[in-house]
């Protein structure tokens, strides 16, 4: 932006700094967050009284790029071999062939309790999920042999 004022900032800038990263090939992700950092940058100095609560509120009409913004990778079966090889306690084999196998988040794994747990039925069910929404997810049959072979601790519900 060269040596622009911050009270001289307009909208405009903004949304042509956002278009330019695109034409440079920055992700619509990337171009967002950058986005973010802006808007948070101006309302530090608006704390600070460096700027006008004009701009901010120029800024403030200031939408992130809509598309599409989802990455999505698999590990290769020679990747996930691998990660499987370096576990070297059982109960963390376990939990990589949990979220190898069903995709699921770190909480989830780690808060699952045998009371979620239908091996019976194929099923994991998720009461707390990240957007609290109830789920279910399916057990592979590698997860099932998996589940079948854990020791349960009679002490707590935990699963592992």
């Known amino acids: 932006f060269g040596n622009k004022r911050l009270n001289d900032f307009t909208l405009s800038d903004i949304e042509n700094l956002q278009a330019d990263k695109l034409r440079l090939g920055r992700s619509i992700r990337t171009v967002n967050h950058h986005t973010t950092i802006l808007k948070t940058l101006f309302r530090y100095a608006l704390n600070h009284d460096w700027v006008s609560e004009d701009v901010i509120k120029k800024l403030a009409r200031l939408e992130n790029i809509r598309g599409e913004n989802k990455r999505l990778r698999y590990l290769l079966q020679e990747e996930a071999d691998r990660l499987l090889s370096n576990c070297e306690l059982s109960y963390l084999r376990d939990i ?17 309790t045998w009371d979620r747990v239908d091996l019976k039925n194929g099923l994991i069910l998720l009461d707390k999920t990240k ?12 997860l099932h042999k998996t589940l079948s072979g854990m020791v349960r601790n009679l002490k707590t519900a935990s699963w592992f």
């Open 96 to 112: 990589v062939i949990t979220a190898l196998e069903t995709g699921m988040r770190r909480t989830e794994i780690l808060k699952l």
């Open 131 to 142: 957007n609290d929404e109830r789920r279910e997810v399916p057990i592979s049959d590698i």
